[in-house]
């Protein structure tokens, strides 16, 4: 390699929009060869492995651990030996000012805000030079823009922060006089504050904008549905009950909402008791970043619990015939291991295949629903950051000892991050089974763009009525929830019937 050359985020799956740099595997200076594994990425999914695109030599680490940065944004620089060091900061400095340094640590505002590509940059004009006599329009609170910057306009040439855009068509800012420092010349909330009193404006300061100061109401609270703990509690914290949220049954605010609002307005006495009736252990409060995964995994299934109007079957499966046959499977062929869940996947896509209509997708785009022919089952499996559902794929085509070996290597790599996007993305169906701690029944949000998903709870010893007589049989509760949109209470009913005879008769999957 005798040209300098990058290394780029990767795009791993069509609803990747950044990465966060886990750890670099190798150092400055090291050299390595196609296909070396340079460092880890976390997505919103998984935290994976970059493989080397070509042979070479890293010379320059732009993005170090923990940084984020858009699909193709720039990490690393490579070349061999022989280009020399000033080359290499030339390149860099020739990619822009932005390209030369790690992110800087978003400010309090623009913390939720994210980095977009921009085609084309557009001229970046000069800041405008203050001056006592521009006339200044009074804006509403602390802003005053000078007529000089005045004239908002949208622009799609214009590359800004979401923050930035809605602060400047609220207070008639033209953007296209004012410059940005960000990367790629992006324009910040803090670059139209320099604009501005650049002007002879005035523009708070930033990190005073988030310490606004919490108004209490006056309004007459005794109307206010709550209950007697909290009543008593709110007189005599000095609280008025219309400040408080309300989560209580029958729309009443309870205790834990009084006492939010205590802590709200008390924040050091967080750690302590505000009312001491004896003597109380004190407790400390950790606070938890929620990581890509954990966001996504809460973005998403609160969708689908919003946008998806859920109804559950419940079914109990006697499964002594599935344990029967499993055991012999095992004990005759030793290097197969089946597990009850192995079983029950077989099973459920041979149901998938006999019941069709609960083998789908719900596409909202298009308002349509997108029927398989093979049943792609996903299965959740928790990880250390979250949970990922790795896919058995065309399981009504394999055997069962395809299928245990598919989740055993499945499983392994989504623990260690190591599954590829088309691996745990998609799917028809899902299953997720808690049995193994011991859950007798429990209800799953659907997997969205899925139709339906399986929870699978505990196989245990119960008490059941046959021919008149309680005998004692291995039971396991399957509860199916199902999108309404595209899945009757009929077919759903009819998927279950199905399942539960392949489960009780399993010689049926093996045929």
Same mark, same amino acid.
């Given at each position: 390699?005798?040209e ?14 950044e #990465? @966060?740099i886990?750890?670099w *595997?190798? =150092?400055? &200076? +090291?050299s390595?060869?196609? %296909?070396?594994? /340079? ?16 042979a #070479? @030599?890293?010379?320059?680490? *732009?993005? =170090?651990? &923990? +940084?984020?940065?858009?699909v %193709?944004?720039? /990490? ?12 290499i900061e ?10 030369a =340094? ?11 805000e ?17 001056s ?6 009074t804006a509403?609170g ?23 855009l809605?602060l ?9 006089k004012?410059?940005g420092s ?12 320099k604009?501005?009193?650049?002007a ?7 990190k005073?904008?988030?310490q606004?100061k919490?108004?209490k ?6 109307q ?26 029958r729309g009443?605010?309870c205790?834990?909402d009084?006492?939010?609002?205590y ?8 750690n302590?008791?505000p ?6 252990p ?16 809460a973005?998403?299934?609160q ?13 109990d ?19 197969v ?8 996947i077989?099973?459920?896509a ?11 997708q ?13 049943a ?24 069962l ?5 598919d989740?055993?290597d ?6 260690t ?38 929870a ?8 059941v009525?046959e021919?008149?007589?309680v ?7 399957a509860t ?24 009780e008769?399993p010689a049926?999957?093996?045929?």
């Open positions: 390699m005798s300098i050359k990058t290394l780029e985020i990767p795009k791993w799956g069509l609803s990747m929009e #990465g @966060t886990a750890q *595997l190798i =150092k400055e &200076g +090291d390595f060869n196609k %296909g070396d594994e /340079i460092c880890e990425i976390e997505t919103t999914k998984i935290v994976n492995v970059l493989e080397a695109p070509f #070479g @030599t890293l010379r320059k680490i *732009l993005a =170090k651990d &923990g +940084d984020t940065l858009p %193709g944004g720039l /990490i690393a620089v490579c070349a061999d030996s022989e280009i020399s060091d000033a080359e030339q390149f860099i400095a020739s990619l822009g000012g932005s390209a =340094k790690a992110p800087e640590t978003p400010s309090e505002q623009s913390k939720a994210t980095f977009a590509p921009v085609t084309e940059k557009a001229e970046q004009p000069q800041p405008v030079a203050a006592a006599s521009v006339p200044v329009k509403k602390d802003y005053a823009v000078p007529e000089s910057l005045q004239g908002y306009q949208a622009s799609d040439e214009l590359f800004t922060t979401p923050h930035a809605k400047a068509e609220k207070h008639n800012v033209n953007l296209a004012v410059t960000g990367r790629e010349g992006r324009i910040s909330v803090q670059d139209i504050q604009a501005v009193q650049a002879g404006g005035q523009w708070p300061d930033v005073q904008q988030t606004t919490v108004v109401s006056t309004a007459d609270d005794s206010i549905l709550a209950t007697p703990v909290a009543r008593r509690l709110a007189k005599q914290w000095g609280i008025n009950l219309n400040d408080c949220r309300v989560s209580g049954t009443r605010v205790k834990e009084v006492e939010a609002v802590y709200r307005n008390n924040p050091t006495s967080v302590e008791q009312v001491q009736c004896a003597a109380q004190q407790s400390t409060v950790t606070t938890v970043a929620m990581n890509g995964m954990r966001k996504a995994i973005s998403r299934l969708a689908a619990k919003r946008n998806a109007p859920h109804f559950r079957l419940v079914v499966l006697n499964v002594e015939a599935l344990q029967k046959l499993r055991k012999q499977i095992n004990e005759t062929v030793p290097q291991k089946l597990s009850i869940n192995d079983m029950l077989k099973a459920a041979a149901a998938l295949i006999k019941v069709p209509e609960v083998n789908v719900f596409d909202e785009a298009t308002q349509s629903i997108l029927q398989f022919s093979q792609d089952i996903s299965v959740a499996v928790a990880i250390p950051n979250g949970l990922i559902t790795p896919i058995v794929k065309a399981a009504n085509q394999k055997s000892a395809q299928i245990s070996d989740m055993r499945l499983a392994t790599r989504a623990k991050g190591k599954l590829q996007p088309d691996e745990f993305q998609g799917g028809s169906f899902s299953i997720s089974n808690l049995g193994m701690l011991g859950i007798k029944q429990f209800d799953a949000i659907i997997n969205p763009p899925q139709g339906a998903i399986m699978l709870g505990a196989s245990e010893s119960r008490a009525v021919n008149g007589n005998v004692v049989r291995e039971i396991v509760t199916l929830s199902c999108d309404h949109r595209v899945i009757d209470g009929a077919v759903g009913a009819k998927f279950l019937a199905s399942f539960k005879q392949f489960v008769n049926l999957i093996l045929v």
